[in-house]
C-alpha cells in the first residue's frame, strides 16, 4: 500500500520523506487535493506555526481532502503541528480552529521550565503505534501540546503531564519528531506504515 | 527530594557567616520580612540554625522560632542543644524536630536520652565535616567519632534523618560536596547541607542516592535560586534524559580534529562517523566547519547534506555562519538547528532576527570562551582573538535576544582530555534557564558526569575522545547513567 505524504510548505518534508521511505513506505509526496483525498495512507507533517500551517491547508482546500479521505477510511499521521492540526482548536496567539478529527485543545507550556521544549522526553505509550516502544524516549520540539486529550495514547512530562500522541479510529498523531528519534522514532513509524 | 529554606539567626536578625566565622557576617534582616520575600509557602520545611547557642551552649533565639512557628511551617531547629532540656525547650517554642550537632558527634548517652524522651522521629543528627573529618563546637574543633562511626550509631539509635555539611562549601556558592554524599554508605535519609548556589545542584543532589533532601541558605537569601522554581525542577528531573552529543570538526569535507584550534589532523568521514554515533546512541550530532571560508561553503553545505540523509537524530551544525542566508542554506541542506558565533558577537541582531525567521528551537549560540584574569572572554575567529567581551554576560544576553540553546567551549580545555572547565560552567548555567552544552576538555566518564552535576550542563559534547575510541558514547551513557543521571 502506498504512503502519501502531504507535501506542506509549513513542514520539514524532505526529513519525513527520508524517514517513512528507511521505515519502508512506498512514498508519494503531493499537494494534489484529489490524489489525497484518495489516499489509503496519510501522512500530514508540521514544524513552527499553528496558524500558517491551518491557513495553508484551508486555502489549498487540503483539509476537505483530508476530511474525504478520512471517511473513505483511510489512516492518518499527524507529526508535531501535523499533530495539534488534527484538533479542534489551538490557543496559539489567540484560538484557531484545526481539523477536528481528534477532540481537545491545544495549548501554551505554562510553568518555569524553557520554552520551546527542546530535545529528548520520556514517552510512557500504549497501542499499536507504539508496538515495541511503549517506554520510548523520542525527541520533542514544541511549545504547545494538549493536556489530558481524551483520545491520548501516549503521555509524557513538562511542566506537567501533556499528551504525546492521541489515536481515535484510524486517526492517529504524535507531538515529537519521529523522524529525529533514531531508532524508536523509526519502529512507530513503521508501526504507522504496517497498520491496517 | 524536599528543598528546605535555610535561616541562620543572630541577635534576632537573618544573617550570614562565611565558613563559620563570627568576625565575617552578612545581615539580612527581620526573619519574617525575609520569609516574606522568599514566598516560603504554607506546610514548608524550615531549617532555623540559632548561631549564638551555638557557640555559647543554650539555645537563644526561641522567641523568633515561637513567632515563626505560629506561620503554618514545619520548623526543625538546632545550634547549641547540649541536653535534653535544651532540645525540649525548642519542642516548646514549637518546632517539628530538634537537629542535634556537637551531641550526636561526642555524646551518644545524651542523644540517647533525647530520642526516648522526644521519640526517633523528632530528632534529625546533624553533621559537619571538613576533609573528612567531624566537626564540633560550632565547628571550632574535631569531634571524637569518625563520620562512619557517627552514622551507624544514629542509625542504631532509629533516628531517620542525618543533615551532612561540608564546612568547606558552606556560604562559598560553588556548589556541594557532590562526592562527600556519594560517598555515603547508610540507610539514613540524607539532607545534604552547604554550598547549593544553583538550581542544578538542587537536582544533581537528587540524583544521588540516599540523599532526600538539601537546605538551601545564602542562595535563596541572594536571590540566586527561587524556592518555587528549584521545587519544580527536581519534580521533573527524571523525565528528560541528559545528552551526550559527539562533534564532527569539519574541513574540506573531512572530519579533523586539532589541540586547542591548531595542529589539525585527519580523522576520517564525516558520514561513516555520523552513523557510527548514531548507532552508538549520539543524542544530537554537531558538526562544526572549521574551515568555513567562502570557497569551501558549498563543500560544507555539502557535508550537511550527505551527513542529514543518513542521520535520525537531531543535526546542530556550525562555523563561519554570518547571514540569514547562511543560516537558511544550513537548513535547507538538512541541520535542525544552526549554531552562531563570531558573526553574533559583532551583530548581536542576528541572533533576534534568525529567531524570529526560523523559531528560537534552530538558534543554538556558539559560545567559546577563555579565562582572562578572574573572568571569561568571549572568543571570536575559532578561539583565536578576543572579543573584548565577558563571556557569561554575553550568554546571558543571548538568552534574551533568543537562542535556543548554548554550546559553550572552554577554550583553555580544548583537546586537552583534562576535563570541562566546571568553573565556567557553573557561571553560565546558574544565570540562564536554557541549556547549556558542555564543550572542550573531555577525557573520562568522571568529565562528563562532573559536566552535568557540578556543572549544570544539560548535554556534554565530545569530539576527539569519541573519534579517537577511547571511548564509546555507550560507555559514556552507561558510567552516567550507574551514577544516577538519567541518559536515553
Known sequence: MKTTLIDSPVANVANIARALRVAGADLDVTREPGTIANAQKLVLPGVGSFI?????????????AIHDAVKRGASLLGVCVGHQLLFDVSHEMGSTRGLGLIRGEV????????????????????????????????????????????????????????????QRDRVFGVQFHPEKSSAAGLRVLRNFIAWT | MDVIPSLDLLGGNIVRLLRGDFANVTTYGDPETVLDSLHVPRGSRLHIVDLEASRSGHPVETDVVRRLATRGLRIQAGGGIRSLDDARTWIDAGVEKVVIGTVAADSPEILRAIVDDLGAERVIAAIDVRDGVVRVGGWERDAKAS????????????????????????????????ALYRSLRTNLRIIASGGVSAISDVVSLGRIANVSGCVIGRALLDRRIDLAEARARVATTNAIPERVIPCLDVRDGRVVKGVNFVDIRDAGDPVECAMRYEAEGADELVILDISATDANRATALDTVRRVSESLFIPLTVGGGVRTIEDFRA???????????????LRNPQLIADCAREFGVQAVVLSCDAKRTGDHFEAMVRSGKESSGVDAVEWCKQAEELGTGEILLTSVDRDGTNSGYDVELLRAVTSVVKIGVIASGGAGSVEHFRDAIEAGGARAVLA????????????????FLASEGIPVR
Not at chain 1, 52 to 64: F, G, S, V, Y
Not at chain 2, 330 to 344: K, M, W
Open chain 1, 107 to 166: 495549548q501554551k507550556f505554562d510553568g518555569v521550565l524553557p520554552v520551546p521544549q527542546i530535545g529528548w522526553n520520556r514517552v510512557a505509550a500504549r497501542g499499536p503505534l507504539f508496538d515495541g516502544v511503549e517506554d520510548g524516549v523520542f525527541y520533542f520540539v514544541n511549545s504547545y501540546a494538549a493536556i489530558d486529550a481524551p483520545d491520548e495514547i501516549a503521555r509524557a512530562d513538562y511542566c506537567g503531564p501533556f499528551t504525546a500522541a492521541v
Open chain 1, 52 to 64: 500558517a500551517a491551518m491557513q495553508w491547508l484551508t486555502q489549498n482546500k487540503i483539509d476537505n
Open chain 2, 463 to 478: 569530539a576527539s575522545l569519541f573519534h579517537d575510541r577511547r571511548l564509546s558514547i555507550g560507555d559514556v551513557k552507561q
Open chain 2, 147 to 178: 563520620l562512619s562511626e557517627v552514622l551507624v550509631r544514629v542509625e542504631e539509635l532509629g533516628i531517620g534523618e542525618a543533615l551532612i555539611t561540608d564546612i568547606s562549601k558552606d556560604g562559598a556558592m560553588r556548589g556541594p560536596s557532590f
Open chain 2, 330 to 344: 544550513l537548513l535547507r541542506a538538512g541541520a535542525d538547528r544552526v549554531a552562531i558565533n563570531t558573526a553574533a
